[in-house]
Nanobody
Framework: QVQLVESGGGLVQAGGSLRLSCAAS????????MGWFRQAPGKEREFVAA????????TYVDSVKGRFTITRDNTKNTEYLQMNSLKPEDTAVYYC????????????????WGQGTQVTVSS
């Protein structure tokens, strides 16, 4: 069992930056590939980024490539999402999630979810 708690969301102007954190409980964090999803008002939840067990391999949705960076620190049981050059269309609730498999962008592949943190980007 893994419990995930996100933090770091907030209100930022377009062009600004935020760093989201996701703290995981338990000793099995390093056994899971980690990801970030987001859900904007009136839209379905979408994949944003994922990182492999050891942090070597990452993947991103095209709309955030070059602006967002996903990392993890297995010694702290924490993953991060550094978001730069934020745009109003990045406004959403951001969720971290844990999966046994890496590379599948489907929500169904993720076993554990955090409660979400709101990111609002003003124009």
């Amino acid at each position: 069992q893994v419990q995930l708690v996100e933090s770091g969301g907030g209100l930022v102007q377009a062009g600004g930056s935020l760093r989201l954190s996701c703290a995981a409980s338990g000793r099995t964090f390093r056994s899971y590939n980690m990801g970030w999803f987001r859900q904007a008002p009136g839209k379905e939840r979408e994949f944003v980024a994922a990182i492999s067990l050891g942090g070597i391999t990452t993947t991103y949705v095209d709309s955030v490539k070059g602006r967002f960076t996903i990392t993890r620190d297995n010694t702290k049981n924490t993953e991060y999402l550094q978001m730069n050059s934020l745009k109003p269309e990045d406004t959403a609730v951001y969720y971290c999630a844990a999966a046994r498999r890496f590379g599948d962008r489907s929500q169904n592949s993720y076993d554990y979810w955090g409660q979400g943190t709101q990111v609002t980007v003003s124009s």
